[in-house]
């Protein structure tokens, strides 16, 4: 499976300002996948990135709140933009693995953001 | 109701027992079916990986699915202190990437 690294690990935010988290992933892949993770939620999936287009949202997430960059194949940008205390969370990048049946996705370590 | 459910615990046990960890789904266009583990301050990695109905083994991990009654399980033999973390079901239809988790079940086994 590929190594992926998210940066920042974590970040304390004021409301009203924006966050951008980064996710590298040590292969080529065709698509990333943002994830947020709230204190007793599932993950729920933000976005689905693919290298060359623009992202595809989940119900209920905007692009104007969570605008995606994907410029290479290696690497993705989350923007965490004009923050409450409500976007207090993990979020969580993802990619494909494997082959056939056995695709699935695999995770970086998160980044955990506390806004005050 | 939600697509995929699953009792978010806690679960406490002692060191060598049998677990048993459980998510029932509502889509039953659902096809492929994995767990994940989460330690603390971790991201999730996959543990099974499960298509269709069946059981399928890997150590003392074994992952169940039964699409009749739309469940699927994970049991773990000699559970051990270092299996403590929070279990996410996920799973997705055929020809889609997208998986949709349960809300996990934290698992701390106790010496």
């Known amino acids: 499976s590929a190594v992926i690294s998210q940066k920042p690990s974590r970040d304390i935010c004021q409301r009203g300002t924006s966050l951008t988290i980064q996710c590298q992933v040590d292969?080529?892949?065709?698509?990333m996948f943002w994830y947020r993770q709230q204190p007793g939620q599932s993950l729920t999936l933000i976005a689905t990135?693919?290298?060359?287009?623009?992202?595809?949202?989940e119900s209920g997430f905007v692009i104007d709140k969570f605008p995606i960059s994907r410029p290479n194949l290696t690497f993705s940008t989350l923007t965490v933009s004009n923050m409450s205390p409500e976007d207090s969370s993990i979020y969580l990048c993802?990619?494909?693995?494997?082959?056939?049946?056995?695709?699935?996705?695999?995770f970086g370590p998160g980044t955990r953001l506390l806004v005050l | 109701q939600k697509e995929v459910e699953q009792d978010p615990g806690p679960l406490s046990v002692p060191e060598g027992a049998i677990v048993s960890l459980n998510c029932t789904y509502s889509n039953s266009a659902f096809q492929y079916f994995m767990w994940y583990r989460q330690y603390s301050r971790k991201g999730p990695e996959l543990l099974m990986y499960t298509y269709s109905s069946g059981n399928k083994e890997d150590g003392r991990f074994t992952a169940q699915v039964d699409k009749s009654s739309k469940y699927i399980s994970l049991f773990i033999r000699d559970s051990q202190p270092s299996d403590s973390a929070t279990y996410l079901c996920?799973?997705?239809?055929?020809?889609?990437?997208?998986?949709?988790f349960g809300k996990g079940t934290k698992l701390t086994v106790n010496p």
């Open positions: 996920a799973m997705r239809v055929g020809g889609s990437e997208k998986l949709v």
């Open positions: 292969s080529q892949v065709t698509m």
């Open positions: 993802s990619v494909e693995g494997g082959t056939g049946e056995q695709e699935t996705q695999y």
């Open positions: 990135a693919n290298q060359g287009s623009e992202a595809t949202y």
